[in-house]
């Protein structure tokens, strides 16, 4: 299957920090989102971005299908930003299926 | 909040019992899916079903079954449960259209115990 690759596992941020997470992906995708897992479990949807630029507030993201990555960019954390963020892929043989990479796990502290 | 609802937020059970997990997909959805998120595995997918019929099926175990009924909400019966089956389970929808891109939006999940 498609294996999902995000980089880096861990992250230690001061408020107020910029910082960009990877994702990258080993074949051609139909779908691409980034979501934030707050500590309460929940899966927030930040970005659907199978190609492109978005940007929403204080996150953008960027993804280049042809070179196989995807850039999460967080400007200005907060501590609200703590948290994991996943990146998930649907590859065309999965059926509708998002593979998930195994996250980055933030930590943005006072 | 992302429309999709799940029933119940936390459950704690017995080897070998049988648990239910319920899931209420956005308004106008017609897909559903069921995920899994274990310490070990990370998230996985399970099963997908389309206007009540199974369209994609992953890495669902013979002890676990699903359905979505005329209304569209959806079922997840975990059966014969082993302490591994203890997880956080998450329910997502999207449109649901053939073929189309689309974002699949995800309940708060069940968290699952077993003693």
């Known amino acids: 299957g498609i294996q999902v690759e995000q980089s880096p596992p861990d992250l230690i941020l001061q408020e107020g920090a910029n910082s960009t997470l990877r994702c990258n992906f080993s074949?051609?995708?139909?779908?691409l989102q980034w979501f934030h897992q707050n500590p309460w479990g929940q899966l927030i949807n930040l970005f659907y971005?199978?190609?492109g630029t978005k940007q929403n507030g204080r996150l953008s993201a960027t993804t280049v299908a042809t070179e196989r990555y995807s850039l999460l960019y967080i400007s200005s954390s907060q501590t609200t930003d703590s948290g994991v963020y996943f990146c998930?892929?649907?590859?065309?043989?999965?059926?509708?299926?998002?593979?998930f990479g195994k996250g980055t796990s933030l930590l943005v502290t006072p | 909040d992302s429309g999709v609802t799940q029933t119940p937020k936390h459950l704690i059970t017995a080897t070998g019992q049988r648990v239910t997990l319920r899931c209420s997909p956005r308004?106008?959805?017609?897909?559903v899916y069921w995920y899994q998120q274990s310490l070990d595995q990370g998230l996985q997918f399970l099963i997908q079903?389309?206007?009540?019929?199974?369209?994609a099926k992953g890495n669902i175990l013979e002890r676990f079954s699903a359905q979505q009924f005329p209304d569209l909400h959806s079922e997840l019966n975990l059966s014969s449960l082993e302490l591994g089956d203890s997880a956080l389970y998450f329910c997502?929808?999207?449109?649901?259209?053939?073929?189309?891109?689309?974002?699949?939006?995800f309940g708060p999940g069940t968290r699952l115990l077993v003693l």
């Open positions: 971005i199978p190609s």
């Open positions: 997502a929808s999207s449109v649901g259209a053939a073929r189309r891109q689309e974002t699949q939006y």
């Open positions: 074949d051609s995708v139909n779908n």
């Open positions: 998930a892929v649907e590859h065309p043989n999965s059926g509708y299926a998002l593979n």
């Open positions: 079903y389309y206007n009540g019929e199974e369209r």
């Open positions: 308004s106008g959805d017609l897909s």
